[in-house]
Nanobody, 126 residues
């Protein structure tokens, strides 16, 4: 399994970035996809997750500013980040978790995700 993240960079506060994560080696449509970012201690913090484009979940800190979406035909998940703040600065990592139940909701716990990408740096200056 490979999860290749891209799209990071440096922007000023208020700017936008779009991250992409291309997946291979897994049944993409059978997985929740999520973005995490590394906290000050290096621990992954949930940012956004998706089952379908109408079934998403966000951390409170990014609601209304970030939008997660997926294109199953391209095996790719996106994170559109608008109104960026300096506190959004982090390494962003994409992750995948198998959907085990038709009723399952997007998990926010790091432990639920069993495949991880390498991350892309996002730096927001004030």
């Amino acid at each position: 399994v490979q999860l290749q993240a891209s799209g990071g960079g440096s922007v000023q506060a208020g700017g936008s970035l779009r991250l992409s994560c291309a997946a291979s080696g897994l049944f993409f449509g059978s997985n929740f996809m999520a973005w995490f970012r590394q906290g000050p201690g290096g621990q992954p913090l949930f940012v956004a997750g998706i089952r379908r484009n109408d079934n998403t979940r966000y951390a409170d800190s990014v609601k209304g500013r970030f939008t997660i979406s997926r294109d199953n035909a391209k095996n790719t998940v996106y994170l559109q980040m608008n109104s960026l703040k300096p506190e959004d600065t982090a390494v962003y990592v994409c992750a995948a978790a198998p959907i085990r139940s038709i009723l399952a909701t997007v998990p926010i716990e790091e432990s639920q995700y069993n495949n991880w990408g390498q991350g892309t740096q996002v730096t927001v200056s004030s």
